[in-house]
């Protein structure tokens, strides 16, 4: 039986709209690390998830648009990849997610990666080669692998979030493992100001990615590699002609008067 999330269905009580993390572990039936509980924060609209490899990033953010699907009527969450199989990947979540729901597990007819909610909700999935401008309206935007999706890509769909922005639930998250001091997940981490929420999980604090292995990942990959993947620190790219902190240190914001006054 396929339930139709409504006012009967003890699961869409508005305690748990504003409770993720109990809807997570109480209705999904899920084990939470402390970094998903914090990313699953309601209160938080611009959201920042620095994680390393492997440390169930892609997890927390499908939880939260599968929460917000299905107990919000008529909500859309769209989520940018820098691939389709990246998508895909996406939402292999939030199709696991569903069927714990018992909810089945159907497209809206427009997007072929996507997720509709008997609601009226959506989730659908931007791949970021794709043309990406064909949502509107949207409240929750999610970048995954956003150091690797391309600055365009990215600028083309926040518009999206217009007209939906300050009205309560949703807002819009950027999670990644870093790729270098560029692009539009850098800059946001570095410069982006004090409205967004920045969250750093290195491995050391991911208690099923054993030690062991991670100094093994450590010889093999190199220092700077291995710190870029695992320590989540963002690193000068190889073809950098000049290290970034030089470059800063050379930038003076006050200009000189050339002649007095």
Not at 45 to 53: D, I, T, Y
Not at 72 to 80: E, K, R, S
């Amino acid at each position: 039986m396929h339930l139709f999330p409504g006012k009967t269905d003890p699961r869409c009580s508005g305690l748990y709209l504003l409770d993720p993390v109990s809807f997570a572990l109480e209705v999904l039936g899920l084990t939470l690390m402390p970094f998903q509980v914090k990313a699953l924060d309601p209160r938080v609209v611009q959201g920042l998830l620095n994680c390393s490899r492997q440390a169930g990033k892609t997890l927390a953010m499908a939880i939260k648009a599968v929460h917000l699907a299905f107990l919000l009527p008529d909500t859309v969450v769209a989520v940018l990849c820098p691939t389709a199989r990246q998508a895909g990947e996406f939402f292999e979540k939030v199709r696991m997610l569903m069927t714990r729901l018992d909810v089945r597990v159907v497209g809206d007819g427009h997007n072929a990666i996507s997720a509709c909610f008997p609601n009226g909700s959506r989730i659908v999935g931007l791949p970021a080669g794709a043309k990406v401008r064909g949502v509107s309206a949207v409240n929750l935007l999610i970048v995954d692998e956003a150091a690797e999706v391309p600055d365009e890509a990215y600028h083309a769909v926040t518009p999206m979030l217009a007209t939906t922005a300050g009205k309560g639930a949703g807002g819009q998250w950027l999670i990644s493992t870093p790729m270098g001091k560029r692009g539009f997940f850098w800059q946001t981490w570095a410069e982006g100001g004090d409205g967004w929420t920045r969250l750093s999980v290195p491995a050391s604090e991911i208690p099923r990615i054993n030690p062991a292995w991670l100094e093994s990942q450590r010889l093999a990959k190199g220092e700077l590699r291995f710190r870029q993947e695992f320590c989540c620190e963002f690193l000068d790219t190889p073809d950098s002609l000049f290290r970034e902190d030089f470059i800063r240190r050379a930038i003076r914001k006050e200009v000189p008067k050339l002649w007095a006054a």
